[in-house]
């Protein structure tokens, strides 16, 4: 059975909490989860490597790296600062904590498959950089998140002839997806490759790394899609694909 690495989502010590108050809880989101099982692989939240467990034991115990989406992440991971004080702080301790599994798994050779955060996260771990706040850095985007109609906010994706996105579903052109994401590709990163953009806005929406192992972000949620919500693009045959670059 292969054995699905979940990068934690964290809630962080919080005095107002009435369980676990002060303390620290990695989760994983239900939905991911059922993605994976829905393909017969056992998903695994990998905790933040302590003790005497390194980052390579981590990702050792694991064949395969899935980062789920969640918070924003901190500018200072990609060496900006922020563009209102306080306003947009993200969450640098699970960046850290991300970027050293990602690191971990290339160097393994291990495939990773970023998810909305998980897909800006592979951007920032590769050098690339973040629109801290898309509405505001990026005049003219159409709505990517709306928290009333939440996973029901859908917008089109133009994929590039000839990616891999193409490829794996023999369809390059319009299809449309999901959208919940308040933060968005900048500046690439060198070792990534732009393979689908949100349309009419030209967002990047699907990033190939173009080393020697296997590496994926999308930035739409292939885990929130229900089954009567034929009008978009399906998740299984991308995620049978992350499943089939393990070896
Ligand atoms: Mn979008």
Request: hydrophobic residues 35%; charged residues 25%; glycine residues 8%.
């Amino acid at each position: 059975m292969k054995r699905i690495g979940l990068s934690a989502c964290f809630f962080h010590p919080d005095p107002a909490r009435p369980i676990f108050k002060g303390k620290r809880l990695l989760y994983m989101e239900q939905s991911m989860s059922q993605l994976c099982m829905r393909h017969g692989a056992m998903p695994l939240l990998l905790p933040k490597a302590e003790g005497r467990i390194s980052v390579s034991d981590v990702v050792d115990s694991v064949d395969a790296l899935l980062l789920q989406g969640g918070s924003d992440v901190a500018p200072e991971s990609y060496g900006a600062r922020p563009i209102e004080d306080g306003r947009w702080p993200g969450d640098r301790y699970r960046d850290l904590y991300e970027i050293e599994l990602v690191q971990a798994c290339l160097e393994a050779k291990k495939p990773i498959l970023g998810i909305c955060r998980g897909h800006q996260l592979l951007n920032v771990a590769l050098g690339g950089s973040l629109y801290q706040d898309t509405e505001t850095e990026r005049k003219g985007a159409r709505k990517h998140r709306d928290p009333d109609v939440y996973d029901r906010l859908y917008h089109e994706l133009d994929i590039k002839p000839g990616s891999l996105l193409a490829e794996i579903y023999g369809v390059d052109g319009r299809v449309t997806i999901n959208s919940i994401h308040h933060q968005a590709i900048d500046r690439l990163a060198d070792s990534l490759q732009s393979e689908a953009e949100s349309l009419p806005d030209g967002l990047i929406e699907a990033v190939r790394y173009t080393g020697d192992s296997f590496a994926y972000g999308v930035q739409w949620h292939p885990e929130f899609q229900r089954d009567e919500e034929t009008h978009l693009l399906a998740p299984g045959p991308l995620f049978e694909y992350f499943l089939s670059q393990i070896t």
